[in-house]
């Protein structure tokens, strides 16, 4: 049976064998059969791992299967049924080695500790070669070594032919048929000298002491438990296999009705979306009621989808790279009109995957809306836009009117420029049929802009290092909790303290310190008080605003 690209683990488990062997043509020491329980208390902590991998495995299969049984109910049974059979083919090897042991007068309670761990070590007869061959060989090879290489045959072929069948298990399939070969190679049919070669029984356990047959045994079991272990492995990774690989996630809001009556109740169905970019569904879409039939499925649960015969559909262009369709119908007559579909996409096992969709809306007379964009008023001093629609109308058809406001269009929207505070109306008109109609006003707040707040190093004044406030530049007036984008500007200020009893104060004709402001500064003590005091702003409306004091304590 051929080689294949061997894991690490199998690397490591094949050098041991090498030592295993190499040891075994020497001459058969003491010292060298001592050294088998080293070797063979190495092989065991791999199994351990091995064992801990497997447990982890199992416990994750079950995990999954609480959360979706029928997706995942498949791989979970043959999964078990890997373990199963690895677990009863670990068992009888281990089994094997307490009969070898008793049948050399081995005390099995001597031999293995507390924990059920075999020490070599503490076998007396780890050189006797009698006991392994008669046990696993006899006279004519047809005791337990032939029933463990059959077993070991069955697990291998129950892996590869009934397991790992799908082409990408592939390297799978020839890691596990490497870890349990039972053909003996290096030779061709024939030895050298013409007589038949030895069986893999005889090769393993036959003229050998009882000590490297213990740990030959212990490596057929970490083959065991690796194959088990790659066979799990697999599997878990065939869960999602077959599942839709999303790349992108949308919030998607559906309403229960696009045209809400006042009095009525508004809801909507709101979650995220998975789609796959690089995979473009086949969009069907009609405006008849019923726009396609359903039929339960084999399964007696599910339905299947399909279109209609007796009715015509439209294929929707889909938008590269999105998944997504663009339906598109004029509202040429008033009334709930209902339209869906089916979208078609290949799953990633080549089946088709069909879904339907059924959508209605409204189309009802032409409706105002007078939207400000920023706020519910509009600031003076600012350009305050607004975005004015009316349903059923382009929006070229559409022009306003205002009291105490100005108005100019800039990129589709209106821009507002209020005259003084008070109020101010905005009127709607539509051109409908060649004729100038009325179709709404709405009245607005007109507000001052609210007075910035001063600031120097993103502070309002309480504790700062002396180093940094003596490099700042100077006083900004930010805009706190206002959606506009409007600038102040600092035009004068003065920084005061207290220095030897006195107060000194220096002023500023712009909005940066002063070279004696900033000496001042500089030449203060860690504890004194900075004030930066009689602070001036002019807005974006040529208005002057007195800003609040800032109190800086140095440290």
Do not use: C
Request: zero cysteines; hydrophobic letters at 40%; proline letters at 4%.
């Amino acid at each position: 049976m051929g080689h294949g690209k061997e894991t690490p683990r199998q690397k490591l488990i094949g050098m041991m064998y090498l030592v295993l062997m190499a040891m075994l043509a020497l001459n058969v020491s003491n010292e060298v059969l001592n050294a088998f329980s080293v070797l063979d208390n190495g092989l065991h902590k791999t199994i351990e791992t091995l064992e801990g991998t497997n447990t982890q495995l199992i416990a994750d299969f079950e995990a999954q299967y609480e959360m979706n049984p029928g997706k995942v109910g498949v791989w979970k049974d043959k999964a078990l049924e890997v373990a199963e059979k690895g677990e009863a083919l670990y068992d009888f090897i281990e089994a094997k080695k307490k009969e070898i042991l008793e049948s050399a007068g081995e005390d099995l309670s001597v031999v293995y500790d507390e924990h059920g761990i075999l020490n070599v070590a503490a076998i007396g007869a780890k050189d006797k070669t009698d006991a392994p061959a008669f046990i696993m060989v006899g006279d004519n090879n047809d005791k337990e070594g032939k029933k463990l290489r059959l077993m070991m045959e069955d697990f291998r072929n129950h892996l590869v032919g009934n397991v790992l069948t799908a082409e990408d298990a592939e390297s799978v399939r020839t890691s596990i048929e490497s870890g349990l070969d039972t053909e003996v190679h290096g030779h061709g049919d024939k030895a050298a000298s013409g007589t038949e070669l030895h069986s893999w029984e005889s090769t393993h356990f036959e003229h050998l002491p009882m000590a490297g047959v213990i740990t030959i045994l212990t490596g057929l079991q970490i083959n065991v438990q690796n194959a088990t272990a790659e066979a799990l492995k697999y599997l878990y990774g065939q869960i999602d296999a077959g599942s839709f690989k999303f790349n992108r996630l949308d919030a998607t809001v559906i309403p229960n009705s696009n045209y809400i009556i006042k009095g009525n109740e508004y809801n909507a169905q709101v979650f995220l979306a998975a789609s796959d970019t690089t995979a473009s569904p086949v969009i069907y879409v009609t405006s008849n009621p019923r726009p396609y039939d359903s039929v339960r499925a084999e399964d007696g649960i599910s339905w299947a989808y399909s279109k209609r015969e007796d009715i015509t559909y439209e294929e929707l262009e889909v938008e590269p790279g999105s998944g997504k369709g663009i339906y598109r119908v004029p509202g040429s007559a008033l009334g709930e009109k209902t339209w869906g579909g089916l979208i078609e996409l290949t799953g990633p096992s080549g089946s088709k995957i069909v879904k339907p969709f059924r959508q209605k809306y409204l189309v009802a007379e032409g409706s105002v809306t007078v939207a400000p964009t920023k706020m519910n008023v509009f600031y003076l001093g600012v350009d305050n836009p607004v975005e004015v629609s009316v349903a059923g109308v382009r929006p070229e058809q559409i022009e306003i009117e205002l009291t105490n406001a100005r108005h100019i269009m800039k990129d589709n929207t209106y821009i507002i420029r209020p005259i003084r505070p008070g109020n101010a109306f905005v009127v709607v008109y539509a051109k409908i049929d060649g004729q100038r109609r009325e179709m709404g006003r709405k009245e607005f707040r007109v507000k001052t802009v609210p007075s910035p707040v001063a600031m120097v190093n993103e502070q309002k004044g309480g504790a700062i290092n002396q180093n940094v406030l003596a490099a700042q530049i100077g006083v900004v007036a930010e805009m706190e909790n206002f959606d506009f984008d409007l600038k102040f500007t600092i035009t004068e200020f003065t920084v005061s303290a207290v220095v030897q009893g006195f107060v000194r104060e220096y002023t500023s004709k712009s909005n940066r310190f002063t070279q004696e402001q900033k000496n001042l500064i500089k030449n203060l003590s860690r504890g004194n008080n900075v004030y930066i005091q009689d602070i001036k702003a002019v807005g974006p409306d040529g208005s002057t605003r007195p800003l609040s004091t800032i109190n800086f304590r140095l440290n």
